[in-house]
């Protein structure tokens, strides 16, 4: 018993030890048992620095660099007009607004090679779980993964259901992801992935794997 009271004193010691003193003031800096990611090697956003020959520590991108998932706009939006300014908000997002667009974005003209496109990049990306079809059954469920989403079912097809996702939606989805499906935003430029939702709708309007 007398073990048991001696290891509970230390341990009590130890815990006032490193949290008793919390919230005190110190004319010196305290001493940090974790300090966690308080004190890092960086510099913040609009501070000098010596390490560069300008002194000034943000810096500009790498010249002729993008964002990993997204491409350069061919005109300023500043030069849009409403309605340009508008589509061009779909295009990158999906959204009118606060909701989810249907259709494409008025820039993209449907044609063999936007087919092709989407086709392409449904087989690298898509296939393995929502399947060649898009009955939702790809390579995945044969391991015991359950079933990703089919493209085949009225929450797709019908706009009348309470739960229709629209191209706006689908796009934001592969964007970002939702539930077990990850994001491919980094990987798939914003004309792709409506490439993807454009292929997507043939697979439907096709019948393809509507059993």
């Not at 048992?33 to 002194?55: N, V």
């Not at 936007?114 to 086709?119: E, K, N, Q, Y």
């Amino acid at each position: 018993m007398r073990y048991f009271f001696f290891i509970f004193i230390v341990l009590l010691a130890g815990v006032l030890l490193a949290a008793g003193t919390r919230g005190h003031k110190f004319s010196k800096p305290p001493f940090e048992l974790l300090p966690d990611m308080d004190h890092q090697a960086k510099i913040k956003y609009q501070t000098r620095s010596d390490f560069f020959s300008d002194g000034v520590g943000s810096r500009l991108p790498v010249a002729h660099t993008q964002p990993m998932g997204y491409s350069i706009p061919a005109q300023a939006v500043s030069s849009l007009s409403d309605a340009e300014a508008k589509d061009a908000a779909y295009f990158a997002t999906g959204r009118f607004g606060d909701f989810w667009g249907h259709g494409l974005p008025a820039t993209i003209e449907v044609n063999e090679g936007f087919l092709a496109t989407g086709a392409q990049y449904y087989g690298i990306y898509c296939t393995v779980c929502h399947g060649e079809t898009g009955n939702g059954k790809g390579p995945t469920s044969q391991f015991g993964i359950a079933n990703a989403a089919s493209f085949h079912i009225p929450d797709f097809t019908n706009p009348e259901s309470p739960a229709y996702r629209t191209d706006g939606s689908i796009f934001d989805t592969i964007t970002h992801g939702k539930g077990l499906m990850g994001s491919y935003g980094a990987n798939i430029t914003p004309y792709e992935r409506w490439a993807i939702v454009g292929y997507i709708r043939s697979l439907q309007a096709a019948g393809a794997g509507a059993q």
